[in-house]
């Protein structure tokens, strides 16, 4: 008996911790074969943020799709996170397999990087509405961040570049989970994501920051959202 496929595709500077939870969550549903390749190229290995070429995430897209055609799948879906979500986009139109898509706090352009800082920092200024876990994480961030040397940064533009041809390919209905106190993703560059997709698109709505799985207020939320979109006829 065939089983779908859901692919979980976590952003760049991060080792996929923070989609954790939501893999375990889709795990346990015997209908489904989750694939979390967490290391992507641009996360974070150790204590350092590894410099990643267009080919090495060209690489990384073909690699996918191959497990993808597997006769095994009946279906796929895309999951992806952050800059991870512009990676679901190639994926997509290289393997007509997939049935649906899910983007969560989408980057699709090159993000304001100082704006950025500012808005984790302004999180941090108002520690109390923070948990203990977006605490440490966004501290962690910032300090391993600030250590990256540009040309990492350049890379990771350059592959956006590359990748925003294929938001206009994507032809399978879609989720965005809309984060509305994002530090990098605005409301108008989902405005813009929305046009570009070619099916129909359901926008959810969640109050809460960029690095909304670390954020237990909303993470169960989010999590049940995208898995009964899944289900969805």
């Known amino acids: 008996m065939k089983r779908d496929l859901v692919v979980i595709i976590n952003g760049a500077g991060t080792n996929g911790a923070e989609l954790k939870s939501l893999y375990n969550y889709l795990a346990k549903n015997d209908k489904y074969f989750v ?120 890379h990771l533009q350059l592959y956006l570049l590359f990748v925003r041809k294929y938001l206009k390919m994507i032809t399978q209905p879609t989720l965005i989970i809309e984060t509305l106190r994002d530090e990098m993703v605005k409301t108008k560059s989902i405005d813009k994501l929305e046009k570009m997709i070619m099916n129909k698109v359901d926008r959810y709505p969640i109050d809460s920051s960029h690095f909304l799985l670390f954020d237990k207020n909303v993470r169960n939320e989010v999590i049940e959202k995208v898995a009964s979109y899944l289900e969805e006829e």
């Not at 290391?39 to 497990?67: C, D, M, N, Q, Y």
């Not at 605490?135 to 040309?151: D, N």
């Open 35 to 154: 694939y979390f390749p967490a290391r992507l190229p641009g996360s974070f290995v150790g204590t350092h943020f590894p410099k990643a070429t267009v080919k090495h995430f060209e690489k990384f897209i073909k690699e996918t799709v191959e497990v993808m055609r597997e006769e095994i799948f009946e279906h796929v879906y895309l999951v992806g996170y952050s800059i991870g979500a512009a990676t679901c986009a190639a994926i997509a139109a290289k393997c007509h397999k997939t049935k649906k898509v899910v983007l969560i706090a989408p980057i699709i352009k090159n993000p304001n990087y100082r704006k950025f800082f500012k808005g984790l920092t302004k999180s941090l200024s108002f520690s109390h509405s923070l948990t203990r876990v977006q605490k440490i994480f966004y501290k962690e961030f910032l300090i391993r961040f600030a250590r990256v040397p540009k040309i990492h940064i350049i």
